[in-house]
């Protein structure tokens, strides 16, 4: 079986502390590279979310992604937390759900060709809730708009958290058992999206 190399890209819920510093959370992708139930386990793990990232961020550091993609018969695993920053009161796409479809479009087609022969899938998150009443106004139609991209061929597979009866409903964001601040999850939170939506998506890969 070909070796995987992991790449994750996004915003504070994927940097290395999950956003909150005391005490750090671990975030899924890291609980990921050793769940025993994990299958062909990537031999490489890069990460390049710190924080406070918006999608002009993320687009702008797209050539160091791609120089870290591993030459085939390797299969890239690129993961995406877009738009958790987009879209809160203030944000560069608050109100502007079709204009960051577009951008996020253009930056998938990017990593696809520029991705050259190197093998190459490409996951997109749904988003969590936040303490935002822009972003909870968008929210729905935003996290419509991501699964469609991936059925529409512009991604290659979904970690649909948004649909999680427990941590993913508007709701819960006023739980600090489920997220501490109001914007970044919490411990049991990040062991559930890796156990229920992130695991089972590179594993059926």
Request: aromatic share 8%; proline share 7%; glycine share 8%.
């Amino acid at each position: 079986m070909p070796s995987r190399t992991l790449l994750i890209d996004g915003s504070s819920t994927s940097s290395p502390d999950g956003g909150i510093v005391q005490p750090p959370v671990t975030p899924y992708h890291v609980i990921y590279m050793s769940d025993p139930c994990d299958v062909n386990r990537p031999t490489c793990h890069i990460n390049f979310a710190t924080g406070g990232e918006i999608l002009s961020t993320i687009s702008g550091r797209a050539a160091s992604v791609i120089a870290k993609f591993a030459a085939a018969p390797a299969l890239n695993i690129l993961t995406l937390q877009l738009g958790q920053n987009d879209f809160i009161t203030g944000g560069p796409y608050a109100n502007n759900v079709a204009g960051w479809v577009t951008d996020v479009r253009a930056l998938l087609a990017t990593y696809r060709t520029r991705a050259g022969s190197k093998l190459l899938k490409v996951g997109l998150t749904t988003q969590n809730p936040r303490n935002d009443a822009a972003f909870l106004g968008t929210r729905a139609a935003v996290n419509t708009a991501i699964r469609a991209l991936v059925t529409g061929g512009n991604a290659d597979f979904l970690i649909d958290w948004a649909v999680d009866p427990t941590y993913g409903q508007d709701a819960d964001v006023s739980d600090t058992a489920k997220y501490p601040d109001g914007v970044h999850p919490s411990q049991a939170n990040q062991n559930n999206m890796e156990a229920l939506y992130y695991r089972p998506a590179l594993n059926a890969l």
